[in-house]
């Protein structure tokens, strides 16, 4: 079953604007890691924050975590229209694999 | 991070018929993994390719239809056996060095069966 359940569903937005997306899930997690698709293709690892985090930063990337509210959000700034994607968080349960959620479409519009 | 290829990157099969995928990493790992992307859906995971063992199947996958195989730390082996239509989607292989660390994803398999 889907751990987490990443909201919006659908995010449309102009180039230079902020992003941001949330993330919830259900259970305890050793960590949690957002992943980006492009148009079907393969998954790029964007960031992993553990449980004992509560933020960090990757250029233009910003992850928290709240383990109180079982929730994350992942914020874009200053996107670009190579952001257009789509995003996905994903629990490790118990350093096995990982549950992915539904996902965040991301448009990015010049 | 990992490079990790796959082959083929796309097929389409004929109904009745198998596709076996390979998945490489350039560097020994100690997880690998089989995730299934169906058309517009998230990932679900397939099953753990186990080094020299049997893999660790999910609910609702199993060996007679998804037979896996890892002969060694930096190779693995997904076929889709006997494919239906409902088999389209995309595959991919990832693979983690130690436990509770970054997973890394290959590039998918896009499967089309017709």
């Not at chain 2, 997904?78 to 494919?83: A, F, K």
Request: charged share 20%.
């Amino acid at each position: 079953s889907q751990q987490g359940e990443e909201d919006p569903q659908a995010l449309s937005i102009q180039e230079g604007e902020n992003a941001t997306m949330n993330c919830s899930y259900k259970t305890s997690i050793n960590n949690l890691q957002w992943y980006r698709q492009n148009s079907g293709r393969g998954l790029v690892h964007l960031i992993l924050i553990r449980s004992n985090e509560r933020e960090k930063h990757s250029g233009r990337l910003r992850v928290t975590l709240d383990t109180s509210k079982k929730s994350s959000s992942l914020l874009i700034t200053a996107s670009r229209a190579a952001d257009t994607a789509s995003y996905f968080c994903a629990t490790d349960l118990s350093g096995y694999a990982l549950n992915f959620g539904k996902g965040t479409s991301l448009l990015v519009t010049p | 991070s990992a490079v990790i290829s796959q082959k083929p990157s796309r097929d389409i099969c004929q109904r009745g018929t198998s596709l076996t995928i390979q998945c490489q990493v350039d560097s020994q790992v100690t997880m690998m993994f089989w995730y299934r992307q169906q058309p517009g859906q998230s990932l679900t995971l397939i099953a753990t390719a186990n080094q020299g063992s049997e893999a660790t199947y999910e609910s609702g996958f199993v060996i007679d239809k998804f037979p896996i195989s890892r002969p060694n730390l930096t190779f693995s082996t997904l076929t889709v056996s006997n494919m239906s239509p409902e088999d389209s989607s995309i595959y991919l292989c990832s693979v983690e060095r130690a436990r509770q660390e970054t997973q890394y994803f290959g590039p998918g398999t896009r499967l089309l069966v017709l």
